[in-house]
């Protein structure tokens, strides 16, 4: 089961990186957080070796592997999340 949300959460990351890696992003996410299309890129590809990796675990029933990959995928998921959301934080001061 958790291979399979690791999968659906994997090709989601996958699919959102590979489009947003097609336009060129706003001041603070590409100037400022570095997350330019090479970067978008990166993740992508990053998503779609675990997506390969949580549809091994579930396909030979690996139910480990696919818990220690999804703990493993949330940091990348929450580093990609936290790396171009934020935004403007207006503190010029």
Avoid: K, P, Q
Avoid at 16 to 44: E, I, P, Q
Avoid at 57 to 70: N, P, Y
Avoid at 77 to 86: D, H, K, Q
């Amino acid at each position: 089961m958790w291979s399979l949300v690791g999968l659906g959460l994997a090709l989601l990351i996958a699919i959102v990186a590979w489009r947003r890696s097609r336009s060129r992003g706003g001041f603070y996410d590409a100037d400022v957080y570095g997350m330019t299309a090479f970067a978008h890129r990166r993740y992508a590809l990053i998503s779609l070796a675990f997506a390969a990796c949580f549809g091994a675990a579930a396909a030979f029933r690996l139910e480990t592997a696919g818990v220690i990959a999804l703990a493993l995928y949330a940091l990348v998921a929450v580093f990609y999340a936290t790396s171009f959301l934020r935004g403007a934080s207006e503190d010029d001061a």
